[in-house]
């Protein structure tokens, strides 16, 4: 999508005029400080995929697409965290967290041009920023663009993205979690996000105690003792009430 928008030359240059009128050559930096790091964007992007939960629903039985979407024939279960809006956790993650745009190719032109808009409309304000704040940060779109958009039919599924570079953007936190697991029979490499406090002070905000709310064990004939074991691990991990807050998912459907 990005390629077939740059690839016009009105739009390219609508793009690239926008941005020269506040640093020359910014625009053109960032595009090739972008095809610099594509193959990194391909093979070196590590993704964990979340959805938004609507407490007023989706509370006792979770959403029956996502039952049936993940997990295949294995017992699934639903764990429901509440993100705070800032940590300080970021400084030592360095791990970004983004909605998913469920966008055709007409959606993406019309983003695209919103943005050249605010450019124009607030020239002076992006005139006076770092020209390297601003080359980076164009480079940031275009990298949160192609890893987060997603075929418009799937926009029920509501997802937002953690999205983890390790050589364009490393995390000594994270890299102290990396292995190697077997996930659907492939050999693959793995960053934990250690939901921890006791791992390193900044982590406080993200500490799985802190922003536990429930987990929902999917339709299962082992459901007892799943529950079991998941609250055993989160008294563990300090969540309070873990009992109470591990609940069976009603839907009438295969495990």
């Known amino acids: 999508m990005l390629n077939k928008f740059f690839g016009d030359e009105s739009q390219r240059n609508a793009f690239t005029a926008a941005l020269d009128a506040c640093h020359s050559g910014a625009a053109l930096e960032a595009?090739?400080?972008?095809?610099?790091?594509w193959g990194d964007?391909?093979?070196?992007?590590?993704?964990?995929?979340?959805?938004?939960?609507?407490?007023?629903?989706?509370?006792?039985?979770?959403?029956?697409?996502?039952?049936?979407?993940?997990?295949?024939?294995?017992?699934?279960?639903?764990?429901?965290?509440?993100?705070?809006?800032?940590?300080?956790a970021e400084t030592q993650l360095n791990v970004m967290f983004s909605p998913v745009?469920?966008?055709?190719?007409?959606?993406?032109k019309e983003e695209i041009y919103t943005v050249i808009r605010n450019i124009n409309d607030k020239a002076d304000f992006v005139?006076?920023?770092?020209?390297?704040?601003?080359?980076?940060?164009?480079?940031?779109m275009l990298m949160s663009a192609v890893v987060c958009l997603k075929h418009e039919g799937f926009h029920e599924e509501r997802e937002w993205r953690a999205i983890y570079g390790p050589k364009?953007?490393?995390?000594?936190?994270?890299?102290?979690?990396?292995?190697?697991?077997t996930i659907g029979g492939v050999p693959q490499l793995i960053y934990k996000i250690p939901f921890d406090a006791t791992v390193v002070p900044e982590?406080?905000?993200?500490d799985m105690a802190r922003i536990f709310d429930r987990l929902i064990i999917g339709p299962s004939p082992y459901s007892l003792a799943m529950h079991q074991a998941f609250a055993a691990a989160l008294r563990k991990?300090?969540?309070?009430?873990?009992?109470?807050?591990?609940v069976f998912s009603g839907i009438p459907i295969r495990g």
């Open 31 to 37: 595009i090739h400080l972008f095809n610099q790091w």
């Open 41 to 88: 964007l391909q093979f070196q992007t590590f993704i964990a995929s979340i959805s938004v939960h609507d407490d007023k629903s989706e509370d006792q039985h979770g959403r029956l697409s996502m039952w049936r979407a993940f997990g295949g024939s294995n017992p699934r279960v639903a764990i429901v965290v509440r993100v705070p809006w800032y940590s300080d």
């Open 101 to 108: 745009a469920y966008f055709n190719d007409a959606q993406v």
């Open 127 to 140: 005139r006076a920023a770092d020209r390297a704040q601003v080359v980076n940060t164009v480079f940031a």
């Open 168 to 181: 364009r953007n490393p995390s000594p936190v994270m890299e102290a979690e990396a292995e190697t697991q």
């Open 203 to 206: 982590l406080a905000g993200l």
């Open 237 to 246: 991990a300090g969540v309070a009430d873990a009992d109470e807050r591990v």
